[in-house]
């Protein structure tokens, strides 16, 4: 079942600073926001070795817990968000459209962050869900080219708007992509697959990989070298060479980024708590 709602229209840009005037309802609303930015965020891996990388470098760094689960290996998930500050789901060797059952609980389950319009960020697979849940396609480039490697993304107006200055080139790994779905966003695009980036409300879905550290990078190319024999995909040695030139970008990117989406509490969460 797909979960859509005219919400997400709106493109509203991250904060990057406090108002010059602070009233009374506004600190009451800073210290429940404190309060709502103690409870962990959810982390949903798929494979026994994976990690949340640099995106929980930076949301460690904001001093929030991480509460890590793998569905694959038999972990549930939450019926409710409550109990979390936000969600992401990371990337895999799987596809969005395999029928394995925790696969369709994945994607099923992406509801209750879109309905308790909370912090959602799916990155590769995690987006490929998202996508799926909105009811968009997921599906191979119709050459079977793939992106491993660096490749270029330009931000639209409107992720302009959301988060200023994008890397020009971004760290991929994957071999299918998605349409945009409907009433979402357009944040960056790029070649062999158009749509890089999208916002659907407090949700976001990134194709590429910005999580991915160095360490992660030597296990992917030297695990991974199959999938760099695909049509389009770059030679091990143009990681490492790209990173040098392109890595610093992509990470004050991510934690610009970052500080935005986690700090997308539903207003009317916060004022429930204030109750």
Known sequence: MSFRTDQS????????????????????????????????????????????????????????????RRPRFGDALPATLDGHAGAVIFGGPMSANDGDDYVRREIDWIAVPLREQRPFLGICLGAQMLARQLGAKVAPH????????????????????????????????????FQL????????????????????????????????TYAMMHRWTARGCARMDSPGAQPGHLHFAERAVHDAAERAWLKHFIDGWIARVPQRQLLQAAE
């Not at 992106?147 to 991929?172: F, I, K, N």
């Not at 779905?181 to 890089?196: E, H, R, T, W, Y």
């Open 9 to 68: 229209r709106v493109v509203v840009p991250f904060a990057s600073r406090r108002p010059a005037a602070i009233t009374p309802r506004d600190q009451n609303l800073d210290q429940m926001s404190a309060q709502v930015s103690l409870r962990p965020v959810l982390i949903v891996l798929h494979r026994e070795t994976s990690t949340p990388g640099r995106v929980g470098n930076a949301l460690r760094a904001l001093g929030y817990r991480l509460d890590i």
């Open 142 to 177: 119709p050459q079977g080219r793939v992106e491993v490697g660096y490749y270029p993304v330009r931000p639209t107006e409107a992720g302009r708007a959301l988060c200023p200055d994008w890397p020009a080139r971004v760290y991929h790994w994957h071999g299918e992509g």
């Open 181 to 212: 779905p409907a009433g979402a966003d357009l944040l960056a695009s790029g070649d062999d697959f158009p749509v890089q980036a999208f916002q659907f409300g407090n949700a976001f879905g990134l194709q590429f990989h910005p999580d991915v």
